[in-house]
C-alpha cells in the first residue's frame, strides 16, 4: 500500500496515469480539441484557415510544421506588450529563455500557468513510480536548484528561464511538500542573483539536515557534479561555519546572509563528523552517502547530453541508486520515467497523452536525418509526422510539439526512439539533438557521435589516470582543408605521448564513412586536439549565466560555432597544449 499523505496520493496519482494512458489516441485527440477550442481566437491559428475546426485531419492539413525561427515574430510582439490575442486565446503570462546553448544566445518560448500544471503532473507521476520502489518519508530534499535573472520585457512580461518561472509558482512548493523534496534551503539561496554563492550555502544547508535529507537532486545531472566539485574545494569552510556557528565572508548578498545565519548555530560535534567523515573518503567515492545516511537516492536528469557526467556521478554516489528524471524542455514537457529501477543509459520517458499534441516524423536512417539538415534539401523528402500511438517500437522520430502555450506544430529539435508502450503510450528513449554538430563536406557527426568519441578517448586517459572533466567541438575552416577541433579540460597533465594517442584515438573514433573516407582522401585535415586550462568550463559556465541562462538548465555546448565568438575566445585564449592526429598518415 503507497503512503497518503495529506490530499496527495501515489495510488490516486497512478490510477489517473493508468487511466490516460489506456485509450491515448483519444486522449490525444481530446488534448488537440482543447488547444484548438482554448485557443480559437488566437491570431496564428485565423490565420491558417482552421476556421474553429479541432479535429486532426483537419489541424495537419492547415497548419504548417514549424521551428523556432518562424515564430519569432509572434513571440516578439507577445515580449513587446501587443495585448491582442497572437498565439493564445488567454495572454501569456512570462517569458521562458531556453538554455540556448545550441546557439550561444537564449530563445524566448510563451510559459503560462498550463506549463506549470503540466510539470506537476510529470513531478507527482514519476514520483508515484519512484516512491513504489524506494519509498521516502517526510523528510528533505538537498535540491541544487538556481534560479536565473529576470527582466521585464518592452511590454512589462517577466522574462527568466522555465525553471525559475516554475520555481516562481505557487505550485510548486505545494508539490514539493506532498512528494517529500522541498529543498533544504532557503528561498533567498535558490533565488539569489549569484550562483556561487547559492551553491555554497546549498551545500551548507543540506550539512545542517544532514539526517532529514533523503533525496539528492537537480534538474540536469552536470549541476550535481559540478557541486560535488566545488565540494571538494569547499569542505573545510563549510565545517568551520558550521563549528562556529557564522557564514563565512564569501557570502555577501545580505539576504542570502540573513536567511542562511538564521539556521546556522555553532555545533562543533556536527562539524567534527562531517570532517572526519570527508577525511576517511578515498578519492571522494560515495561522499553523498557517507554525509547524507538518509538519502535514497541521487534523481536529476541523466540521460543525452548529461550521459558523460554518469561516471563521475557514480563516483559520487557510491551505494545510492541513480534515477534519471523526466523529459521536457522550455517549450513543454513530455514524458516521465515511470521505471525509476532502470539504470540511466536505459531510461525511457512514458508520453503524458493530455499534456500536449505530439507527432512524430519517421527518420529511417541516419541519412534521413541528416538530409533533413541541409538546406538544399526541400522537405518534400521527409517523412509525413505520424500520431503517438503510430509510432513502431525501435524505430526513431524527430518529436513535433503543439502545447497548450501557444505552439503549433513545433520542431523541437530532439530525436528519440521508441523503447516500447505503457499501455497505448510510447516510452521514449532520447537519443540526441537533431543537428548535425560537426560537418565539413560529407561527413556528418552529431552530438552524439562526439559523445561516443569522447568516450573512446576517456578509456584511453583513464589508463593513465586522467579523467575528461568536459569537452566541446569546434570545425575550423581556417585551414584548407578544413579540420575537427575537441578541446578537453583534463584532471591532470598528460605526457605527450598519451596526448598524441589520445588526438589519433578520437580522428579514428569518428567511424561515420563520410568522415573516415574524407580522411583518406585527405577531404578533411587531421583532428586537432586542444587540452585547456583547469576551469575553462567554469568560464565558459559563467559566461552563459551572465546571459542570463540559469544554472538549472545549464548544458555545455558540444559545438562552438563562429557565431558563438565569445565561448570561441575563451576557449582558444586557454589553451594549454594542442597536437593533430597521425591516424591517417
Ligand atoms: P531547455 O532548452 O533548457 O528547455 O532544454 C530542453 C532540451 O533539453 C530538450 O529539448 C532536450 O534536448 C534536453 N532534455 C530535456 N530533458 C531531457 C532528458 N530527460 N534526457 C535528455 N535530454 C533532455
Given at each position: 500500500m503507497l503512503e497518503k499523505v495529506k490530499g496527495f496520493s501515489a495510488d490516486r496519482v497512478i490510477e489517473e496515469f493508468e487511466a490516460l494512458t489506456k485509450d491515448a489516441e483519444r486522449v490525444q485527440r481530446e488534448t488537440l480539441f482543447r488547444i484548438l477550442h482554448d485557443n480559437r481566437e488566437a491570431e496564428y491559428l485565423q490565420n491558417l484557415g482552421l476556421r474553429g475546426r479541432t479535429d486532426p485531419h483537419s489541424f495537419k492539413s492547415c497548419v504548417p510544421l514549424v521551428t523556432h525561427k518562424e515564430l519569432e515574430t509572434c513571440i516578439q510582439r507577445i515580449a513587446d506588450g501587443d495585448a491582442y490575442p497572437i498565439l493564445t486565446g488567454k495572454p501569456i503570462t512570462s517569458i521562458s529563455l531556453s538554455s540556448g546553448t545550441t546557439q550561444g544566445k537564449p530563445k524566448f518560448v510563451p510559459f503560462n500557468d498550463e506549463l506549470v500544471h503540466s510539470t506537476m503532473q510529470i513531478y507527482k507521476t514519476s514520483f508515484a513510480f519512484r516512491n513504489r520502489a524506494y519509498p521516502l518519508r517526510s523528510g528533505k530534499a538537498l535540491q541544487f536548484i538556481y534560479s536565473s535573472k529576470q527582466f521585464k520585457t518592452k511590454g512589462g512580461l517577466t522574462a527568466t528561464t522555465a525553471t525559475t518561472n516554475v520555481y516562481r509558482s505557487e505550485q510548486f512548493k505545494r508539490t514539493m511538500m506532498d512528494i517529500h523534496s522541498l529543498c533544504c534551503s532557503p528561498?533567498?539561496?535558490?533565488?539569489?542573483?549569484?550562483?556561487?554563492?547559492?551553491?555554497?550555502?546549498?551545500?551548507?544547508?543540506?550539512?545542517?539536515?544532514?539526517?532529514?535529507?533523503?533525496?539528492?537532486?537537480?534538474?540536469?545531472?552536470?549541476?550535481?557534479?559540478?557541486?560535488?566539485?566545488?565540494?571538494?574545494?569547499?569542505?573545510?569552510?563549510?565545517?568551520?561555519?558550521?563549528?562556529?556557528?557564522?557564514?563565512?565572508?564569501?557570502?555577501t548578498i545580505p539576504t542570502i546572509r540573513s536567511a542562511v545565519s538564521r539556521l546556522l548555530r555553532p555545533n562543533p560535534q556536527l562539524a567534527d563528523t562531517i570532517?572526519?567523515?570527508?577525511?576517511?573518503?578515498?578519492?571522494?567515492?560515495?561522499v553523498i552517502p557517507a554525509l547524507w545516511p538518509n538519502a535514497k537516492y541521487v534523481y536529476g536528469i541523466m540521460t543525452?547530453?548529461?550521459?558523460?557526467?554518469?561516471?563521475?556521478?557514480?563516483?559520487?554516489?557510491?551505494?545510492?541508486?541513480?534515477?534519471?528524471a523526466d523529459y521536457g524542455s522550455s517549450e513543454g514537457w513530455i514524458g516521465a520515467n515511470i521505471d525509476p529501477e532502470l539504470p540511466p543509459e536505459s531510461a525511457s520517458f512514458t508520453v503524458l497523452p493530455n499534456i500536449g499534441y505530439f507527432e512524430f516524423i519517421p527518420l529511417k536512417e541516419k541519412g534521413d536525418l541528416m538530409e533533413q539538415n541541409s538546406d538544399l534539401l526541400s522537405n518534400?523528402?521527409?517523412?509525413?509526422?505520424?500520431?503517438?500511438?503510430?509510432?513502431?517500437?525501435?524505430?526513431?522520430?524527430?518529436?513535433?510539439?503543439?502545447?497548450?502555450?501557444?505552439?503549433?506544430?513545433?520542431?523541437?529539435?530532439?530525436?528519440?526512439?521508441?523503447?516500447?508502450?505503457?499501455?497505448?503510450?510510447?516510452?521514449l528513449q532520447f537519443i540526441r539533438r537533431k543537428s548535425?554538430?560537426?560537418?565539413?563536406?560529407?561527413?556528418?557527426?552529431?552530438?552524439?557521435?562526439?559523445?561516443?568519441?569522447?568516450?573512446?578517448?576517456?578509456?584511453?586517459?583513464?589508463?593513465?589516470?586522467?579523467?575528461?572533466?568536459?569537452?566541446?567541438?569546434?570545425?575550423?575552416?581556417?585551414?584548407?582543408?578544413?579540420?575537427?577541433?575537441?578541446?578537453?579540460?583534463?584532471?591532470?597533465?598528460?605526457?605527450?605521448?598519451?596526448?598524441?594517442?589520445?588526438?589519433?584515438?578520437?580522428?579514428?573514433?569518428?567511424?561515420?564513412?563520410?568522415?573516415?573516407?574524407?580522411?583518406?582522401?585527405?577531404?578533411?585535415?587531421?583532428?586537432?586536439?586542444?587540452?585547456?586550462?583547469?576551469?575553462?568550463?567554469?568560464?565558459?559556465?559563467?559566461?552563459?549565466l551572465t546571459l542570463g541562462g540559469a544554472m538549472s538548465q545549464y548544458k555545455t555546448p558540444r559545438c562552438v560555432g563562429l557565431s558563438n565568438g565569445k565561448v570561441l575566445q575563451i576557449l582558444n585564449s586557454n589553451v594549454l597544449k594542442s597536437c593533430f592526429s597521425a591516424a591517417y598518415n
Open positions: 528561498d533567498e539561496v535558490i533565488f539569489s542573483p549569484d550562483f556561487h554563492q547559492s551553491l555554497y550555502c546549498h551545500l551548507l544547508c543540506g550539512l545542517i539536515f544532514s539526517e532529514e535529507i533523503q533525496i539528492v537532486f537537480s534538474t540536469f545531472a552536470h549541476s550535481i557534479v559540478h557541486a560535488f566539485r566545488t565540494f571538494e574545494n569547499v569542505w573545510e569552510e563549510l565545517c568551520f561555519d558550521i563549528k562556529e556557528g557564522v557564514l563565512s565572508s564569501r557570502i570532517y572526519n567523515k570527508c577525511v576517511g573518503l578515498s578519492s571522494w567515492y560515495g543525452g547530453s548529461m550521459e558523460p557526467y554518469l561516471n563521475k556521478l557514480r563516483h559520487y554516489a557510491g551505494s545510492l541508486p541513480l534515477m534519471s518534400q523528402r521527409e517523412q509525413e509526422p505520424i500520431g503517438l500511438t503510430e509510432v513502431k517500437v525501435g524505430e526513431e522520430y524527430e518529436i513535433i510539439i503543439t502545447s497548450f502555450a501557444g505552439l503549433y506544430r513545433y520542431r523541437l529539435g530532439d530525436v528519440v526512439r521508441v523503447a516500447g508502450f505503457h499501455n497505448s503510450t510510447p516510452k548535425l554538430i560537426l560537418t565539413i563536406n560529407i561527413d556528418k557527426n552529431t552530438e552524439k557521435d562526439l559523445q561516443l568519441a569522447i568516450e573512446e578517448a576517456d578509456k584511453l586517459l583513464a589508463a593513465e589516470k586522467l579523467e575528461i572533466l568536459d569537452y566541446t567541438s569546434h570545425v575550423d575552416m581556417s585551414t584548407d582543408p578544413g579540420h575537427y577541433v575537441i578541446f578537453l579540460e583534463l584532471s591532470g597533465e598528460a605526457r605527450e605521448e598519451v596526448l598524441s594517442s589520445c588526438c589519433d584515438c578520437l580522428d579514428l573514433a569518428f567511424v561515420d564513412a563520410g568522415y573516415v573516407g574524407s580522411r583518406k582522401v585527405r577531404a578533411i585535415s587531421p583532428l586537432e586536439l586542444r587540452v585547456l586550462k583547469r576551469g575553462t568550463f567554469h568560464k565558459i559556465m559563467d559566461h552563459y
